[in-house]
């Protein structure tokens, strides 16, 4: 499990004596990061890849709630970089969250910066990842945040924890996929391989002697910390022969939920207790996509796998493959996400802002139907009929300094037309408007959106991450989203909560957060592609009345665009 190995944190601990009996202790945690290129081998197919330190997937980061992170980044690649922490919140910290040309310019080849930030008030797995073109596909490894010293889980401590990072492989330089689909105006080519902790597994060619095990001891008790990095898909995944019970989602603790199977969407972290229950034996862990899409829709429809090896048995034994839902089977994936609670819940009773926005794919016209979308037009993303297109300076930069005309504040709360979102929609909606308009919030403003999935091209399960934030999901339906009658079906006593949620393909969630963080917070599908295609959307959010609830100036060595 190269690159998944515990990382030891180093730095010095800051204790502030106060005048209580009590002490509040925190630790500087500094990592060098460099990012180069290198050639790697998989599936039978040799590329060069971006990677940091030389790793795939990149270094584990493991840390204490409370602790301070300082990460100083060399770019050593021939392409722009930026990182994003995903999932931590960045309280007072927004110039550190990464979104290339959100909060800052890239930094280009040759250049360095230092991403300083803390992690406080989360417990649990969250991840890191390059948040610009294509990146991520290579760029990411986990970030764990341990309870401060003398704090406990509240479950019983596990004998031992172990990364399992979901990814995705090519047979082709990431950036020139996205490059193509860039330049012809079509989708990106799909995957050709999964992977867990790097690797694809069994069933793939040129694989089995590189398959992930993961050794156990019969009686013992394991916390797996799961990242989904995958560009693309969200995933089942399932051990064979054995139960898991979550603790935790996107770094929240959630009431102990038992499952045989799990669902992940792209950029969703979980953690599970497995007993290593069984008398001996070999145990695939296995994941395959959950494909929302119509039938017939091309994808890699393949099990990708690792081991499960309890101590005892011989590298030689076959491995119990276990049944994993259909690709399809949207009614396991439903029940799944539907039975995640909040462990210590605190739902905002009131709102202040209340949205509807649709999400989905769109088409943009080309000259003489010469792109390679559906019809010879563009394929392109859109939050309520608005294609995201990307500024030439951060946006944070322009909100802070005052600088006109990198973005509008007029993205509305709702779509411009009502239609039937999820029936077969008319052409004449498909084609939405390009622009950078962003929603500005008020200071700990409580906002309500209900996303709407739509039928324009087709539905699709779409999983939306927003940036800065832990949201609530009150619920979660198929349809149209009823005003009169859904509101009575939302959950406002333990619902779960998430930084990443998929919506329902031809459905609806509603979220509720509170905009308690000053700065520009991107929102976006996490499949990579939609976002390149411009489902992304920008939340302003202004300064509070303190002086601690203000935004801080940039850092010195921010780069420039």
């Known amino acids: 499990m190269a690159g998944l190995s515990s990382v030891l944190k180093f730095g010095f601990l800051v204790c502030l004596i106060l005048v209580s009996p009590w002490s509040v202790c925190a630790s500087i945690v500094h990592r060098k990061f460099t990012i180069g290129t290198q050639n790697v081998t998989k599936v039978c197919s040799t590329q060069m890849v971006v990677t940091v330190n030389g790793r795939l997937p990149g270094p584990t980061i493991t840390v204490h709630e409370g602790d301070n992170l300082v990460i100083e980044v060399e770019n050593n690649a021939p392409y722009n970089v930026t990182l994003h922490w995903h999932g931590v919140r960045q309280l007072k910290s927004c110039w550190a969250d990464g979104p290339a040309y959100v909060t800052q310019c890239p930094i280009t080849p040759g250049n360095k910066f230092t991403y300083n930030f803390s992690v406080t008030g989360q417990e649990g797995t969250l991840w890191w990842h390059a948040h610009i073109t294509y990146l991520r596909a290579t760029v990411h490894g986990a970030l764990i945040i341990l309870p401060r010293p003398g704090k406990t889980y509240p479950f019983p401590k596990p004998d031992a924890e172990i990364p399992i990072i979901l990814g995705e492989w090519w047979n082709a330089n990431v950036e020139d996929v996205i490059a193509e ?21 069994d069933f793939f060619p040129c694989s089995a002697n590189e398959t992930t095990r993961i050794l156990v001891e019969r009686g013992k008790t394991y916390l797996l910390r799961i990242v989904n990095c995958a560009m693309l898909h969200s995933y089942f995944f399932k051990i064979a022969n054995h139960l898991m019970t979550v603790v935790a989602v996107d ?33 695939y862990i296995a994941t395959r996509v959950y494909n929302s899409l119509p039938l017939g829709t091309d994808f890699l429809n393949t099990t990708t796998t690792a081991i499960l090896q309890y101590k005892e048995c011989s590298n030689t034994s076959v491995p119990v493959l276990p049944i994993l839902p259909a690709f399809n089977d949207t009614a396991t994936a439903t029940k799944f996400s539907s039975n995640l609670r909040s462990l210590n819940p605190s739902v905002p009773n009131t709102v202040d802002v209340e949205m509807l926005i649709t999400e989905g794919l769109a088409l943009v016209s080309c000259p003489n139907n010469s792109c390679a979308g559906i019809n010879g037009d563009r394929a392109v993303g859109a939050f309520n009929n608005i294609s995201y297109v990307q500024p030439n300076i951060s946006i944070l930069e322009a909100y802070y300094f005052g600088i006109d005309g ?42 309500q959106i209900v996303f709407q999935n739509t039928g324009i091209i087709t539905i699709q399960n779409h999983p939306i991450h927003l940036h800065g934030h832990n949201f609530y999901v009150l619920g979660q339906g198929f349809g149209n989203y009823n005003g009169k009658t859904d509101p009575a079906k939302l959950n406002l006593v333990d619902p779960p909560f998430v930084n990443t949620r998929g919506v329902p393909a031809g459905g609806w969630a509603v979220i509720r957060f509170t905009a308690d963080n000053p700065g520009a917070w991107l929102m976006h599908c996490h499949f990579e592609s939609h976002s390149e295609l411009g489902l992304d959307m920008v939340f302003v959010t202004k300064d509070g009345p303190r ?4 935004l801080p100036a940039p850092p010195f060595d921010l780069p420039k665009c």
């Open 181 to 201: 689909a860039v330049r012809t105006g079509g989708v990106p080519n799909d995957s050709d391989a999964y992977t867990i902790n790097g690797q694809p597994g």
């Open 251 to 283: 770094a929240e603790y959630t009431k102990p939920y038992k499952t045989d199977v799990l669902l992940t969407n792209p950029g969703n972290t979980m953690d599970v207790l497995i007993t290593a229950g069984q008398q001996s034996g070999l145990f």
């Open 406 to 447: 990198v973005y509008t504040t007029d993205f509305p709360d709702n779509p411009p037309t009502v239609y039937n979102y999820t029936a077969t929609v008319p052409l004449s909606l498909w084609e939405p408007e390009l622009g950078v308009k962003v929603k500005v919030l008020k200071f700990n403003s409580v906002v």
């Open 547 to 550: 002086n601690s609830d203000k």
